[in-house]
């Protein structure tokens, strides 16, 4: 803080970078808690900076946030391996504007986020620092330690390994706000029938209670299992459950409500018109982030 009471110049570069630092951070982590923690040390360490040194802050910052990601990154991953149930990223409320920008609404969106669930740490950090934020490899290389050469290599394989799963087509909003309608209508009513007819065959259920509240232990796979599953345990865990749309990492989302306390966010991933994959996030300790929208931007 300078001597009239204003943001010092470090304070206004940093604010000014927050929300890109943020969403560095969250696309390699996953977790909007660590981002925030990876935030607050990337200040500590931009805080001791001669700004006078520094070409580019931009570029600087985003090396500063992705070196401490990645190093969280590597900690969490160990953590993750004994996680109890499937693992699904911390959704965050975002603006509906987000989906203005294609890229970053996907960089961004839960399917995108599980697939780099795939990437070993470094592959994951550098395929978003090209791909996302279209960083050059000499920056990427040293964010991860890395010359500019292998850090385009790392690119290479990482972006291979994510175009297997990555989504055929582009989804527009209307396709999944209609598919969650759906399954809003499905909890409200009891007919399934609709919710059915879009489920692909070869749909996924996947449920994170993380141990802390009832969830389905493993990926179900398949239209007539998931078909089963809502048909068994939808109109029970539907009790005093109320639905409402919102827009969660860039995409339409359903949250639920019990007792006026978020329960449930519920986000899918389509494929040629159908559900491809419903991700279903109820452990309480990912929901703290669903009270007021968080900014996220490139």
């Not at 065959?201 to 509240?213: I, K, R, T």
């Not at 029970?236 to 006026?260: D, I, M, S, Y």
């Amino acid at each position: 803080m300078s001597q009239d009471g204003r943001p010092g110049p470090a304070t206004e570069v940093f604010v000014a970078h927050r929300k890109l630092l943020f969403t560095v951070a969250y696309e390699i982590l996953g977790s909007a808690a660590d981002a925030e923690d990876v935030l607050q040390e990337t200040w500590l360490r931009w805080a001791d900076v001669d700004l006078a040194t520094v070409r580019n802050q931009r570029a600087y910052l985003v090396r500063i946030t992705a070196r401490q990601a990645l190093g969280r990154l590597r900690t969490l991953r160990r953590r993750r391996e004994s996680y109890t149930g499937p693992w699904l990223p911390e959704p965050l409320l975002t603006a509906p504007d987000v989906a203005e920008d294609a890229a970053l609404a996907e960089s961004v969106s839960m399917a995108m986020l599980l697939v780099l669930e795939m990437l070993t740490p470094t592959e994951r950090a550098v395929f978003v620092l090209r791909e996302v934020f279209d960083l050059p490899y000499g920056e990427i290389g040293e964010a991860v330690g890395k010359t500019p050469a292998a850090a385009r290599q790392i690119a290479h394989r990482a972006r291979a390994r994510v175009a297997a799963r990555r989504p055929r087509a582009a989804v527009s909003p209307a396709e999944a706000r209609a598919a969650l309608a759906a399954f809003q209508y499905a909890v409200e009513t009891g007919e399934l029938q609709g919710l059915f007819n879009l489920l692909a065959p070869d749909v996924v259920a996947l449920s994170d209670g993380g141990g802390l509240v009832p969830s389905v232990p493993q990926p179900v796979a398949g239209a007539d299992r998931v078909g089963r599953l809502l048909t068994g345990g939808l109109k029970t865990f539907a009790k005093g459950l109320t639905l409402e749309p919102a827009w969660v990492n860039g995409g339409p989302a359903l949250l639920g409500r019990r007792h006026g306390q978020v329960d449930l966010v519920l986000a899918v991933r389509m494929e040629g018109g159908l559900v491809s994959e419903m991700y279903a996030v109820r452990n309480p300790e990912k929901l703290t982030w669903l009270t007021q929208e968080t900014a996220v931007g490139r």
